[in-house]
């Protein structure tokens, strides 16, 4: 018997529904492409932006230039979130970024995936989320259905292929729970 092998004219992801018409879509990609991915710096039009096309964003967002993000709609962002340089958001399903988390320069929030075990290569989605305070570093991959618990830090250029225990720091690709996150007082 032969093995099955991947048949991508066999794809169908018909199912999926971004949640918003076509021309809705078209227009936030030039918008994403001119504000948000080009060097434009200036947060409080992002900010506006953003709401305009069905972003949840609370108070003092700080994103930075050459920033891509799929669908504003299905995105909730708390109050004083980081968002650094060259991070692509790419929300097939919703991304939380609660208060006072960061996403720091070239990370990769991917809430798509395929089903490898499937000729078909089936979309898989699955919604991610940054609990308070949590940090992904620099260069960091987060997997679909991935949640950082509450103040976890996943270091730079690790992957996180599962959910992340609160107060834990991060390592590795897939990252592995390596010390306690200890925070020491302002002086």
């Known amino acids: 018997m032969e093995p099955l092998k991947t048949d991508l004219s066999t794809f169908d992801n018909d199912w999926y529904k971004p949640g918003r018409p076509l021309l809705v879509r078209v227009i936030w990609y030039f918008t994403n ?3 948000f991915k080009s060097p434009f710096p200036f947060y409080g039009p992002k900010r506006f932006l953003l709401r305009l096309f069905g972003a ?10 050459h920033v891509s993000i799929k669908y504003p709609w299905l995105l ?3 109050d004083h979130v980081w968002i650094g340089e060259e991070v692509w958001i790419d929300n097939l399903a919703k991304v939380t ?12 929030l991917l809430c798509g995936n395929h089903n490898y ?12 989320t940054l609990d308070e305070g949590s ?4 260069k960091t991959v987060i997997c679909p259905g991935v949640r950082l618990g509450s103040h976890s830090l996943l270091t730079v250029g690790s992957i996180a292929t599962s959910s992340l225990e609160a107060n834990w720091i991060y390592q ?3 990252a592995k729970k390596l010390k306690l996150r200890e925070f020491k007082p302002k002086r």
């Open 135 to 138: 940090w992904a570093g620099a």
């Open 56 to 65: 949840k964003v609370g108070v003092g967002l700080i994103i930075k230039p």
């Open 172 to 174: 590795g690709n897939p």
């Open 97 to 108: 970024l609660k208060s006072h988390s960061c996403v720091s320069q070239g990370a990769l």
């Open 33 to 35: 492409y001119f504000f």
């Open 117 to 128: 075990k499937r000729t078909t290569f089936d979309l898989l989605v699955g919604e991610i």
């Open 76 to 78: 909730v962002i708390g």
